[in-house]
């Protein structure tokens, strides 16, 4: 008697169960949260990236230090972030 192999399991795509092995890096998913209407709080962030709340904070900082202009208002689930306008390029 031999045993039955199991089938194999189907998996999902790389770009659909890990952004970042699609080539969209960590920065690009940030911006593009920021970019919504609706912005993002740090705790959508912090689900999103399984960052801690200092980490978020200092992303965002750095996307202001690439030139970003960020805005930071006050929501239900606490501050608010969202870009409001594209940097110059120059």
Avoid at 48 to 66: E, V
């Amino acid at each position: 008697m031999t045993k039955a192999t199991p089938s194999p399991k189907t998996k999902e795509p790389a770009c659909v169960s890990n952004p970042a092995r699609a080539g969209i890096t960590r920065p690009e998913q940030l911006r593009k949260l920021l970019k919504r209407k609706s912005g993002a709080s740090i705790t959508e962030l912090q689900d999103t990236f399984d960052w801690q709340p200092h980490t978020a904070r200092a992303a965002i900082s750095g996307l202001r230090k690439a030139g970003e202009i960020v805005e930071r208002s006050a929501g239900e689930a606490g501050a608010v972030y969202r870009i409001i306008k594209q940097p110059a390029k120059g």
